[in-house]
């Protein structure tokens, strides 16, 4: 039986912010290995470098361009090398991100013990370091009417989740950002280009391993309560975001435009009764 190939995104050129960190470099690799070509993106330099060396010597086609996704100016001359390079934009994946300790409420601190200066960086880094790639990358895909955009939103934008109120509060503003850009480049530049966002459930990384484990490996108190709210009852490993990802990206998605996906085990459709 020959392949179906409308699920392929081979030869399609994707440019991934924090391709330098967990979540970014395993997509990064997945495309890869799905023949894309990848423009990496980080604003760290040394990981950056690192992961475009593993890409390579996997026989990646791979650009890396030391950017930062809160600096209009960088983003453009990234944006100016890959097509320099490879003569288009396809895809852009919105993968940078993350949280700092003091935008973070420990179970014995109020939102009164927060830090503003955390709160601002956590905020504009989850928000706008999402808004401004799509700006610049989003300008290439209007002019060709083609392109295919990926953000990353939360479980937190679903309902409130204790202790982390700047992630939350910019990963709501992704869920609806990518519904208003969705409907913004459909109706001025056609349905040849698509917004959408998955919404990761929990899954245990550098950042919040100190939250879910204990130093022994045992759940944390926290931990137990996710999965009690997951039907699949298991955190998720990083590489099953990657599905997800590439199907958005493909022409088997060609009529799903803001939408929100969530890969979560379940975690936002159940009650916990």
Same mark, same amino acid.
């Given at each position: *039986?020959?392949? *179906?190939? @409308?699920?392929?995104? +081979?030869?399609?050129?994707?440019?991934?912010? !924090?391709?330098? !960190?967990v979540l970014g470099g395993s997509i990064a690799k997945s495309f890869v290995q799905a023949g894309a070509r990848v423009v990496a993106l980080d604003v760290r330099r040394e990981p950056l470098e690192k992961r475009v060396e593993e890409l390579r010597a996997s026989g990646g086609e791979v650009l !890396?361009? =030391? %950017?930062?996704?809160?600096?209009?100016?960088? $983003?453009e001359k990234a944006a100016a090398e890959a097509v320099t390079q490879w003569g288009t934009i396809d895809v852009l994946l919105n993968i940078?991100? !993350?949280n700092l300790p003091g935008a973070t409420l420990a179970p014995d601190q109020s939102f009164f013990d927060l830090q503003i200066t955390d709160w601002e960086?956590?905020?504009a880094l989850n928000l706008n370091g999402t808004v401004y790639p799509c700006l610049v990358f989003g300008k290439i895909m209007a002019k060709q009417k083609s392109g295919c955009i990926v953000n990353v939103s939360s479980m937190t934008a679903y309902s409130a989740i204790t202790r982390v109120p700047g992630y939350s509060? +910019?990963?709501?503003?992704?869920s @609806?950002? =990518?519904?208003? $850009?969705a409907t913004e480049m459909a109706l001025k530049y056609g349905d040849g280009i698509r917004v @959408?966002?998955? +919404?990761?459930?929990?899954f245990i990384g550098d950042q919040n391993r100190a939250v879910l484990l204990n130093p022994d490996g045992s759940l944390t108190e926290r931990s137990q309560k996710v $999965? %009690?709210?997951?039907? *699949?009852?298991?955190f998720g490993d990083i590489t099953e975001l990657n599905g997800a990802v590439q199907f958005l990206c493909s022409e088997a998605a060609s009529f799903i435009t803001g939408a929100l996906l969530p890969v979560d085990g379940g975690f936002s459709a159940f009650s916990g009764v």
């Open positions: *039986m020959k392949p *179906m190939t @409308n699920f392929s995104i +081979a030869g399609k050129v994707a440019v991934i912010s !924090g391709a330098g !960190g !890396g361009i =030391t %950017a930062d996704v809160l600096e209009v100016e960088s $983003l940078a991100g !993350g960086k956590v905020t509060v +910019a990963k709501a503003g992704i @609806n950002f =990518t519904q208003w $850009l @959408n966002a998955i +919404a990761p459930g929990f $999965l %009690a709210k997951t039907p *699949m009852k298991r």
